[in-house]
């Protein structure tokens, strides 16, 4: 597919890696010579200087044959009108990153309508909301949810003398229907076979039917495992729709926000929700406020650096849980190596939102795992795929691919070498960011 992507910033650069990675035909727009730069040095892509949202631009590369735009410039006026200008050109889809709220306060859905872009991305309240599923699943690094809502991944931490560790993942008695699609080892992303095994402190996903899933969170849940006070480090756009949620959900949420206009404009959007106007990373200030004594604590300042420090000293003084927000996604493995539980950045999460959207019609969704490095793939089997009418065992799939979950006739299982997929499955796909572009030329419809 010819995609172009407007803006080369953070989110532009991830998506064109991707998207090349996958062998679409890939544009990317951008006015900033030195972003654009960094695009043409690393990636191999076609980069076009100017506007996005200019006639003469978009004239310059041809939309006949786009099948897609992505606008997610820094500018939510220049995405909204490229988004247009190129709907109005005939592109069959355009994504547009919207921040301001202002834009998003009724139903996005509808102003996305109205304006004729169809799908609208908010950064921060995607962010917001992955973040609150974990809070609500206690046991939880990560959850995921697939095949509307029929099967879940669970990403866990094994600790210190677990009855998992050193066994073989053969003679593992798991629960029906659930299966071990990765372990993160030191960095490193493994797709397991039956004789690898779970060592302490590793990172392991779980994936399998949805309620056998649930019924397993309690193995890895300490006694004080329900969060139920949370501590919001800043008051950003994260933090605002992060307290909005979790007091919705009936949580009690403390927030220290050091900028005063943050403060009053979040104290009149909250009705329980105690914001206190300080210093986040005053450790004087986060003792008095008992920062040990809360069952998560979430750091979400601008400074990676800083979320880091805060998110240790409320590790250190008690608190259950922590998160760090990071700009920077190369720094999401050193912080998880010191001792913070959960570290996310927006700039992974927006993409992976985006790229959902963006795959072949095979492909109903994709999620990114642990900063990239791995991938878990949602797909519809159709007539003409080369893995349907023969048993698993007899394909010869790309290696560190797992067949993980199939949905049939709405009913979940976990298959093995005997099972024959058939068209309408729903499978879901655990592989290596490497080699998610082959598998999906290996399922996809030849008919």
Known sequence: MK???????KVGYTLAQKLTQENHDVIVV???????????HHLDVMTVAGN????????????????LMIAVTDSDEVNMISCMAAKQHGVPKVIARVRNTEYLEEDCRAFGRTLGIDLIINPEMVTAVEISQILKTPAA?????????KVRLLEVKVRQHSP???????????????????????????????????????????????DAICRMEPMFSHKRSRVERILIIG??????????????????????????????????????TLVICGDGTDADLLSEEGIGDFDAVVCLTDDDKLNLLVALMAKNLGAQKTFARVGRPDFIP??????????????????GAILRQVRREEIVAVTLLEGAKAEAIEVDLRAGSRIIGKPLRDIKFPRRVLVGAVVRNGATFIPN??????????????????YAAKILDFVESKD
């Open 334 to 351: 050193l912080m998880e190596q010191v001792g913070v539980d959960v570290v996310f950045s927006p700039r992974l999460v927006t993409a």
């Open 30 to 40: 951008e006015q900033d010579d030195e972003r654009r730069a960094i695009i043409e």
């Open 52 to 67: 996005g949202a200019s006639p003469r631009v978009l004239a310059e590369i041809g939309l006949d044959d786009v099948g």
């Open 235 to 272: 008051a950003g756009r994260i933090g605002r729709n992060l307290a909005l949620l979790m007091e919705s959900g009936g949580y009690k949420v403390k927030v220290i926000e050091k900028d005063r206009r943050r403060c009053e404009e979040l104290a009149k959007a909250v009705d329980d």
């Open 164 to 210: 998992f560790s050193g066994v073989p993942l053969r003679d593992l008695r798991l629960p029906e229907n659930v299966l071990i699609a990765g372990i993160l080892r030191k960095d490193k992303m493994i797709i397991p076979i039956g004789s690898d095994a779970v060592a302490d402190n590793d990172s392991v996903f779980f994936l399998g039917e949805k």
């Open 3 to 9: 995609i172009v992507i407007v803006g080369a910033g």
């Open 141 to 149: 690094l990560d959850v995921e949810d697939f095949a509307g809502g």
């Open 417 to 434: 070498g005997k099972s024959v997929l058939e068209a309408g499955d729903r499978i879901v796909l655990f592989t290596l960011p490497d």
